[in-house]
Structure formats: C-alpha cells, structure tokens
C-alpha cells in the first residue's frame, strides 16, 4: 500500500550501494539537489520487499523494490520481471497515462546490480482496501461507490487505450481455471467430487460462444486492492504492472468484483452487502461504451466464470481462514451456474 502517513524505521547507510544510487542518480531525475542526503527507511509490503525512502531535507519520497527477495526465482527469472515491470510503466504512461486523472506510477530507475531494484515515485492517497474496509466497518458506503466509479473508469479508459485486432484466447483463462482448481485440491481444500464439478462447470462455459467473442486488450494483470491509489489532487494511480499482458478484459473487471464479494464476506462476514458495489462497478466500467446497456448485459454474464477465477485465486491464499477459503471455492461454483 502506498499511503501518506508512513513513520520511517531505520536510516539507509551512506556506505549501502543503494545510498549512492538515489542520491547521484534518482534526485538528479527528479529535480533535487542536496548537498549531503539522508534517507530515513519504512516498510510498505514486506512480502514484496518494497520500501519507502525518504530523504530528510527535501522530504522527496521514493518507493524501491527489490525483485532480489524472490528467492524462488532464478537470477534470470528476477532479471525477467524487473526488466518487464519497469517496461510496463514506461509504455502505459506514453500512452498517456502520466497525467491525472488515471496514471500509473513513475518509474525513475533501476539497477540489477543492487538487489535487482526498481525506484518508482510514490503514490500519494490511500488504496482501496482502505476504502472498502470504511464501507464494509463504519458504513461509508458513498465513498467507496465514488471510488469504485474511478476505477471503473480507470480500467475502462485504459482498455479502450489499448485494444488490440487479436481475439481473446479463452483456453488461456480455462487453463489457468483449471491449474487454481488443481492447486486447491493438492492443498486438501476441495475433494475430488468438487474437482468434478468445478471441471463440469468450466466447461460448459468453454462451450459458451461469447466467451470467444471480444479482442484482447492490455490488462493490468493482478487488479487487486492494494494496488490502485486514490487522492483528491491525483485521481487514480496503478501501481504493481508487473503482471500487465494482452489478454481479456475481463481478467481486470472480474478480478476487482471477486474482491468485493471477498471483502464483505472475510471482514464482516456479509459476501450480499458486497452486491451492489459489485453492480455498481459493472455500470460504472460499461459507461465507457457506446451502448452501456447491452454492454453491460455482456459484461454481466462474462463475469460470472471470471469472478469465479478470481473467487479461486483468492482461495489460494493460505494466509487466509480455512474455512472462508473454503467459502471462496463453493461461491466460486454458485457463480459459474448458468
């Protein structure tokens, strides 16, 4: 999460490759000079490995990641994602999203040298999993629908963006369908009975023409709350392009729509409170069509296998309650119901 607030933690030693790096290289870009720098530390994700630095007589703010942490990758592979995450910022924003309302984040450096590191801007405001715990805890449901209406405009305006000639390919989302629920059963949480039915059920939506029907565009790839930034001045900025690709739009949308529905089920236990923000971002992203009914009508019904697909991403996560990732896995076949 990139949010204003963060209390540094530790000072970033003058003697550290990565002191020299932002002081000659990085301030430069950014337009500070300072004589002597200091840079005061504070963890923004720790499973990511990604940092604030901010430096103490301009108060200028970076974000470093560090794809080095990925242990389980080889150095080719942490090369691989660096190196395609830093192109993902640069092309998006010459696309033109570099300027409010909807942008993506600014990158200003990296160096494979100093633990594979990418230094990006910071992004000003709160993500939207503040929002939605407002909503979901203290019932500031208003401002989530305004959050969700910019989002949903973000992602229509960069699909619109970026649409290619190529037709989605559909096996591509059956296949990777079926990995989640081969995944879920190697971890014990579904039984073989459920492995059959969640097979039965993908597909008949493989069969299912509109599934075919639309082109691919260029998605953000891992459409979750914490990466998407809202501030007043600086409208919505995305974060995290690390997964950005040609492919369905849908893997965007439906991504975001599972989430709600996850949200309100995990925090208070009420997955149909989620339901008419899950509409309401729906509308909201067909806005950008020229006939928003019938678009949406589209979109509603494509949803529910990828809302499913995002229903069993999620249950993946281990980190969550066993029984409510067991919950994921029965809504995500309630979903993909004809």
């Not at 960069?158 to 990995?179: I, K, M, W, Y």
């Not at 009975?193 to 639309?214: H, I, Q, T």
């Not at 009420?270 to 899950?278: K, L, M, N, R, V």
Request: aromatic letters at 10%.
């Amino acid at each position: 999460m990139h949010s204003l607030g963060l209390t540094p933690s530790w000072q970033l030693d003058e003697g550290d490759p990565l002191h020299g790096h932002l002081a000659e290289i990085v301030l430069p870009r950014v337009g500070v000079k300072v004589t002597d720098p200091h840079f005061e530390v504070g963890c923004l994700s720790n499973s990511q490995a990604v940092y604030l630095y901010q430096e103490h007589h301009s108060h200028s703010l970076l974000v470093c990641k560090f794809f080095g942490s990925r242990r389980q990758l080889s150095e080719e592979q942490r090369r691989d994602v660096l190196n395609h995450e830093w192109t993902n910022l640069s092309m998006t924003r010459e696309k033109g999203f570099c300027t409010r309302p909807h942008r993506v984040v600014r990158p200003l450096s990296k160096d494979e040298d100093i633990d594979y590191v990418l230094v990006e801007d910071f992004a000003r405001g709160h993500d939207l999993d503040y929002y939605i715990a407002r909503a979901a805890h203290g019932g500031l449901h208003k401002q989530l629908f305004r959050k969700l209406t910019e989002l949903a405009h973000f992602l229509a305006n960069l699909h619109n963006r970026t649409t290619g000639t190529a037709p989605v390919d559909f096996a591509e989302a059956s296949s990777f369908f079926q990995s989640l629920v081969d995944s879920l059963a190697a971890d014990g949480l579904i039984d073989a009975g459920a492995v059959s039915r969640l097979r039965s059920l993908r597909d008949a939506w493989v069969s299912a023409d509109e599934m075919w029907a639309d082109v691919s565009v260029l998605v953000h790839g891992d459409a979750t709350p914490t990466n998407f930034i809202f501030h007043p001045e600086d409208g919505v900025t995305a974060i995290d392009l690390e997964r950005m690709r040609p492919a369905d739009r849908m893997y965007d949308v439906s991504a975001l729509a599972a989430e709600l529905k996850h949200h309100f089920a995990w925090r208070i236990v009420q997955a149909d409170a989620a339901e008419p923000f899950i509409r309401h971002f729906l509308r909201a992203y067909c806005e950008y069509f020229p006939n928003p009914d019938s678009i949406f009508d589209l979109v509603a019904r494509r949803n529910q296998f990828y809302m499913a697909l995002g229903e069993l991403r999620i249950a993946c996560n281990v980190w969550l309650p066993w029984e409510h990732r067991k919950w994921l896995t029965d809504e995500a076949c309630r979903c993909l119901q004809f």
